[in-house]
């Protein structure tokens, strides 16, 4: 199932950003603003953009939303380089990704369930978000230097990265500024493959931002503790981080995150409404300022 993992090259890469949508649901105000926020920074440093179909959830994706979220972006004003990639279809090179892991070492098989690691003494949740999951507790890894059992094909059972222990990650964010967070503190030992036989998320992410060649990712700001995870793992496969632009949160009249169940702001229900693109791209507020061109990215 695996295929050669050939490495990005370690010379200054030119500028390229990349629109990230996951075909769950209908794309909300909050996926626009993000998603121009990146394009138009992209664009400002004379760079390419992406479009990647992050498809891995097979029991939510579905292809009446991929559709939608392409006519939706379109309608935006919003346009990408060559054809869209889509997730399911680089299965294997996220394959061999978790190979490199495993020789390594930096991953171990998980038999723990959910309920097991919630109801662990001391097991806090990491925080709020999307992402949030709790604390992993390091009685729950297996003693260092164990044998790694074979990774299977397919995978049925959970393996989890080694973050180390008691570790400051830190970043500089275009927007946030900087942002530090301590392993076994602030996060755990995290997914990085389901016994589905799925990626995760953070591996996939790591992936397609290496190969591909993205310079800067441009997400919400409820990814910052993804980012950390992120990190350690492009340094475990040898790559070169991109740099990040976390983007506010838009919220409802209520204050609380946009999310795919607010029907009444996804960008079908406001075209429907008879907005036109200028006028929601006009309620994003001082988005316009934030669409700078990024600096250049590092050798």
């Not at 050669?4 to 990230?20: M, N, Q, T």
Request: hydrophobic content about 40%; charged content about 25%; proline content about 10%.
């Amino acid at each position: 199932m695996s295929a050669p993992l050939i490495d990005p090259p370690p010379a200054l890469r030119p500028p390229c950003g990349r629109l990230a949508p996951s075909p769950t649901g209908l794309l909300h105000l909050g996926h626009a603003r993000t998603f121009w926020i990146a394009a138009q920074r992209a664009r400002a440093a004379g760079g390419t953009l992406l479009l990647r179909n992050d498809d891995l959830d097979r029991a939510r994706c579905r292809p009446e939303f991929v559709a939608a979220m392409v006519e939706d972006l379109r309608w935006l004003g919003l346009t990408w380089d060559g054809p869209m990639v889509s997730q399911s279809e680089r299965l294997p090179l996220y394959r061999a990704a978790l190979a490199r892991l495993h020789a390594a070492g930096a991953i171990f098989p998980c038999t723990r369930s959910r309920r097991d690691v919630l109801e662990a003494a001391g097991a806090p949740h990491e925080g709020a978000g999307d992402d949030d999951e709790p604390l992993y507790p390091r009685a729950f890894r297996p003693p260092d230097g164990a044998a790694l059992p074979p990774l299977g094909d397919p995978v049925t059972v959970n393996w989890r990265f080694r973050v180390p222990d008691d570790e400051d990650v830190s970043f500089v964010d275009a927007n946030l500024g900087r942002q530090t967070a301590r392993t076994g503190r602030d996060f755990g030992d995290f997914l990085v493959w389901r016994k589905d036989d799925v990626p995760s998320y953070q591996l996939a992410t790591v992936v397609d931002d290496a190969l591909l060649g993205v310079t800067e990712v441009v997400r919400g700001a409820d990814l910052v503790r993804s980012t950390f995870r992120q990190l350690l793992l492009f340094r475990a496969l040898g790559w070169t981080p991109p740099s990040f632009f976390h983007a506010d949160l838009v919220t409802d009249e209520r204050g609380v995150r946009l999310a795919k169940r607010h029907d009444a702001l996804s960008l079908r229900a406001l075209r429907e409404s008879g907005r036109s693109p200028e006028s929601v791209i006009a309620s994003f507020g001082q988005a316009p300022a934030l669409a700078k061109a990024p600096p250049p990215p590092a050798a």
